[in-house]
């Protein structure tokens, strides 16, 4: 019997399965990959199981791990992990009044802004609290070019402030009540598909960092040149180790800020997908196979409320499987992947190549320890939440399970 064909019937499906000996490892690449004293920040957006943040937060390197979030759950979830409300950097571009005097009563004194008036908002709370918050200035730079998955610069774009009207805009972002600049943001892509395309964009956002410090005194204290580190998704895989983007890194910092080496600027990275993609796995069971009109569909007890509710706007995501059971036959079937739900848009994959199933089999689907259940439709027909189990060193730390209260929303239950 294989390992998550034992979880499975020990607690169930749909089930995730988070190995926190995998995060730890993509921690320790990456830090060798980037620049030595860089700061890395956890984005708690890929996955807030406050054990998988934990086990970042533990894990060896200095600096240690910081936590990046862009609610007042994910602050929730941060602090429970251990991370302390100054370790945390809030960002996101439509931070309200409430969540942001949340964060700053909890403590959390540094903030990245996409505006103006979104550094006037935030200007404003912390005097309510007679406090001054440490503020980067999120930049959309005018290009980007890098192959990514996802784009996040270069266009008309409610993140950042666009990099030509900086200048101008720039005296009226230093005189807001209750801020302090003390330096940059960028974030120009997702999931880049090359090392090279990560590298150009990586330098390109030191370029423009240093061109701005220069011409327009903006003050470099903190230098966050974001992410973008890609791993596979939902197919099988490994997630890349760079072995130029450290070298690439240094020298342009070298060139363009001498005094890098000695924490000025201090470099910040973000990763969420990188750090976590590889650890969860989903394990779901097939419920039925059914024929209709020449298609073989396969319908799973996961769905869009279990797996990447982007699926659901049409968004297919490639998905590859593997049975769960000690041999596999050598014949395979085109099949389509449906969940549970009562509508036509409850399709994980078409034209998936998989073995012969049958109601009982287990199947598991890869590198979805990122964007998996929380990026999901949860709530969506009311249906229960996944179970997600926690393992290290082979063995089970934790089994828990999002539930819905009234009060608070979403919140985590522990199996005792």
């Known amino acids: 019997m294989t390992r998550n064909r034992e979880l499975a019937d020990r607690f169930g499906t749909p089930l995730y399965v988070y190995d926190l000996d995998r995060v730890v490892a993509s921690y320790q690449d990456l830090r060798n990959s980037l620049p030595a004293g860089t700061v890395v920040f956890y984005s708690l957006k890929a996955n807030p199981h406050p054990d998988v943040a934990r086990a970042l937060r533990e894990a060896k390197g200095w600096p240690p791990c910081r936590a990046e979030v862009s609610s007042t759950g994910e602050l929730a979830a941060a602090i429970e992990a251990g991370f302390a409300p100054g370790e945390c950097l809030y ?38 609290f007679d406090a001054v918050i440490d503020c980067l200035l999120r930049i959309n730079r005018v290009s ?6 996802i784009r996040m610069m270069g266009t008309p774009s409610q993140f950042g402030i666009d990099s030509e009207t900086l200048r101008a805009q720039l005296p009226l972002l230093r005189s807001v009540p209750g801020t302090r600049l003390v330096g940059a943001h960028f974030y120009s892509m997702s999931n ?19 061109h701005f410090h220069e011409e327009l005194s903006l003050p470099m204290r903190i230098l966050d040149i974001g992410g973008g580190f890609g791993a596979p998704y939902a197919v099988p895989g490994d997630r890349p180790v760079y072995d130029k983007l450290r070298v690439e890194l240094e020298s342009t910092l070298d060139m363009y800020f001498p005094d890098w080496r000695s924490g000025t600027p201090e470099i910040v990275c973000e990763s969420g997908r990188y750090l976590v993609g ?7 069971s097939v419920v039925n196979v059914k024929e209709s009109r020449g298609r073989t569909f396969v319908i799973l007890d996961a769905g869009i409320n279990t797996l ?14 593997k049975l769960d059971a000690p041999q596999v036959p050598a014949d395979h079937q085109t099949v389509t992947l449906v969940g549970p739900l009562c509508t036509p848009g409850d399709i994980l994959a078409r034209s998936v190549r998989v073995p ?6 287990t199947i598991t689907v890869p590198n979805v320890g990122a964007y998996g259940a929380s990026a999901s439709l949860l709530l969506f027909l009311s249906r229960p939440a996944p179970r997600e189990v926690v393992m290290r060193g082979g063995e089970v730390q934790t089994v828990s399970q999002l539930e819905v209260h009234r009060t608070y929303g979403l919140v985590r239950t522990y199996d005792r």
């Open 278 to 284: 590889d650890c969860g796995e989903l394990v779901s």
């Open 192 to 210: 880049a598909v090359d090392e090279q395309s990560l590298i150009g964009e990586l330098r390109q956002s030191l370029v423009t960092a240093a």
């Open 144 to 149: 980007a070019t890098a192959a990514a998955s």
């Open 356 to 361: 012969p199933l049958a109601p009982g089999d």
């Open 308 to 321: 990447g509710g982007m699926s659901g706007l049409g968004r297919l995501m490639p998905l590859a499987v």
């Open 91 to 128: 960002t996101g571009p439509g931070k309200t009044e409430s969540e942001l005097a949340r964060a700053i009563a909890e403590g959390v004194r540094q903030f990245s802004v996409e505006s103006l008036t979104d550094l006037e908002r935030a200007g404003g709370v912390a005097r309510r």
